[in-house]
């Protein structure tokens, strides 16, 4: 599943996977950004113009922002297998 | 810094008298292009000065990311003005910004610990409010160029994105 984010802001914001997924943003803009769950769970860094991937472990919802821009936010529901 | 919207106001006022036509009287893409840049640049002094200061890890996370965002701003404010051809022209408004910004860092540097950090925190929101407002209120607005509009554009969802982080951060440190 892929995430993209261009001028600040994640899309889509909402996204549904299932455990065993791997879910990939892709940073378009020209500054790093986080995908930070708010949970504490997971804090990945997503530099300017590159990529970086979450293996999905864990069933439930996770609501997570940027640290550096918080208002941008998303939202993943994981499903189990 | 609050002074800011005052001074382009008073900038506006003052084109608009000399040229005695007050939609010619709007600020250039020239001094619109020094204002922005310039901003960046006092809040990475702001930044640098903070991690020289500053021990707290996440005043220095945030003061990390500032360099880095400002820089990168910046670095593509600097390649769209040459691509139009503009070369950013001092103005009054800049002026003022880097003045008032040379004032906060000296009251900022008589500071230390957990003074200093909050005290550098709260000016960043400060600052990053009157930036924004300039931005929305001010600079977006008398942009002619569209490329230059949209990359202030842009520019303004980043800053949104620092005030709140300053805003978060200021919170935590009370």
Known sequence: MRVTINDLAFSPAEITVKIGDTIEWVNGDFVDHTATDKGGAWDLAIAAGKTARLPITTAGTFAYYCKFHPGMTGRIHVEAK | ?174
């Open chain 2, 1 to 174: 810094m609050r002074s800011l919207i005052g001074n382009i106001a008073t900038l506006l006022l003052t084109l608009t008298v000399s040229s005695g036509v007050a939609v010619a009287g709007k600020l250039s893409d020239a001094q619109i292009a020094h204002i922005a840049s310039t901003a960046g640049e006092l809040d990475i002094n702001a930044a640098q000065q903070a991690l020289d200061k500053s021990t707290n890890k996440e005043v220095r996370a945030f003061a990390e990311n500032m360099v880095k965002d400002h820089t990168a701003v910046n670095d593509q404010a600097l390649a769209l003005v040459k691509k139009l051809n503009v070369t950013p022209e001092d103005n009054a408004t800049s002026r003022s910004l880097t003045k008032d910004a040379a004032e906060k860092l000296a009251k900022l540097g008589r500071l230390s610990g957990a003074a200093f950090d909050k005290a550098y925190v709260e000016n960043e929101v400060a600052y990053h409010k009157t930036v924004n407002s300039a931005l929305s209120t001010t600079l977006i607005p008398n942009a002619s160029n569209a490329e230059l509009k949209s990359f202030l554009q842009t520019g303004l969802k980043i800053f949104r994105g620092h005030e709140q982080h300053a805003e978060h951060l200021a919170s935590e440190l009370h």
